[in-house]
Nanobody
Framework: QVQLVESGGGLVQAGGSLRLSCAAS????????MGWFRQAPGKEREFVAA????????DYRASLRGRFTISIDNAKNTVYLQMNSLKPEDTAVYFC???????????????????WGQGTMVTVSS
């Protein structure tokens, strides 16, 4: 069982930055993904970014490359999402997730992940 707790969300003006954190209570796997998804009001959950346990494999939603950066601190079981140049369309609840690493192509798939956090709200005003 893995518990995930997100933090770092809040209200920010367009063009600003936020850094989200997600701490996992424990690791059930030696090779794993930690990822971020988001869900805006009235929209489906969508993939944001993911990183392998080693930090060597990453994937991003194409439209977010260059603005968002994912990183992992394996020793702390913590994944981070640095969000820069935020836009109102980034407003959403951001969820972190934990699952087995089975290849980069699987990272964007929700089915890859077995555990999900409760989410942290990010609101970008303009």
């Amino acid at each position: 069982q893995v518990q995930l707790v997100e933090s770092g969300g809040g209200l920010v003006q367009a063009g600003g930055s936020l850094r989200l954190s997600c701490a996992a209570s424990r690791r059930t796997l030696n090779t794993y993904n930690m990822g971020w998804f988001r869900q805006a009001p009235g929209k489906e959950r969508e993939f944001v970014a993911a990183v392998s346990w080693s930090g060597n494999t990453v994937d991003y939603r194409a439209s977010l490359r260059g603005r968002f950066t994912i990183s992992i601190d394996n020793a702390k079981n913590t994944v981070y999402l640095q969000m820069n140049s935020l836009k109102p369309e980034d407003t959403a609840v951001y969820f972190c997730a934990f699952g087995a690493f089975v290849g980069r192509t699987s990272m964007p798939k929700e089915s890859t992940y077995d555990y999900w956090g409760q989410g942290t709200m990010v609101t970008v005003s303009s």
